[in-house]
T-cell receptor
């Protein structure tokens, strides 16, 4: 049971490049989330999903897109990378509202 | 609107002493409250939660937290700190209504001094 798996762990992008951060979970959780963590700012919700085919914006969605074609996978897409997107990104999942979320190990992204 | 405040960026405590990490929240409706811990270069790990019932909840690694509705607080405590407890601690809140978001505080860095 791997839990929540994120790839890659580290990535450097040039301004204007695009990439997809992968997230998969093997716990059959309906809810999945993407957060970004900036120093001294806590975690900010980017997008979330309450089930396959259903996604919605969080607090800071600009510059990102998501899809949820299966229960297991919830990729995060950056189309035109900007320096402001330099951050650590965490994917998480939970089985229903009110239960704890399980987090991946994070992806450290630097945009130069 | 939901929000979580962790008023202390840094807490230092001597090994063996009790520790407290503070958290206050603001929500409409009944809160679900959580504490998570983050070790360097790792994801967040769940410590404990309050959903309903007894105001004192016990969690992993000897941590506990007390829910105080009148003060809208959910402080994390441990009777005797260990050096290995040194980490970044996050308080989080979710409500039953509205979007299924988990809102986090800005984190408190706990340093336990040997």
């Amino acid at each position: 049971n791997a839990g929540v798996t994120q790839t890659p762990k580290f990535r450097i992008l040039k301004i204007g490049q695009s990439m997809t951060l992968q997230c998969t979970q093997d716990m059959n959780h309906n809810y999945m989330y993407w957060y970004r963590q900036d120093p001294g700012m806590g975690l900010k919700l980017i997008y979330y999903s309450v089930g396959a085919g259903i996604t919605d914006k969080g607090e800071v969605p600009n510059g990102y897109n998501v899809s949820r074609s299966t229960t297991e996978d919830f990729p995060l897409r950056l189309e035109l990378a900007a320096p402001s997107q330099t951050s650590v990104y965490f994917c998480a999942s939970s089985d229903r509202q009110g239960t704890e979320a399980f987090f991946g190990q994070g992806t450290r992204l630097t945009v130069v | 609107a939901q929000s979580v405040a962790q008023p202390e960026d840094q807490v230092n405590v001597a090994e063996g002493n009790p520790l407290t990490v503070k958290c206050t929240y603001s929500v409409s409706g009944n809160p679900y409250l959580f504490w998570y811990v983050q070790y360097p270069n790792r994801g967040l790990q769940f410590l404990l939660k309050y959903i309903t019932g007894d105001n004192l909840v016990k969690g992993s690694y000897g941590f506990e937290a007390e829910f105080n509705k009148s003060q809208t607080s959910f402080h994390l405590k441990k009777p005797s700190a260990l050096v290995s407890d040194s980490a970044l601690y996050f308080c989080a809140v979710r409500t039953l209504t509205g979007a299924n978001n988990l809102f986090f505080g800005t984190g408190t860095r706990l340093t336990v001094i040997p």
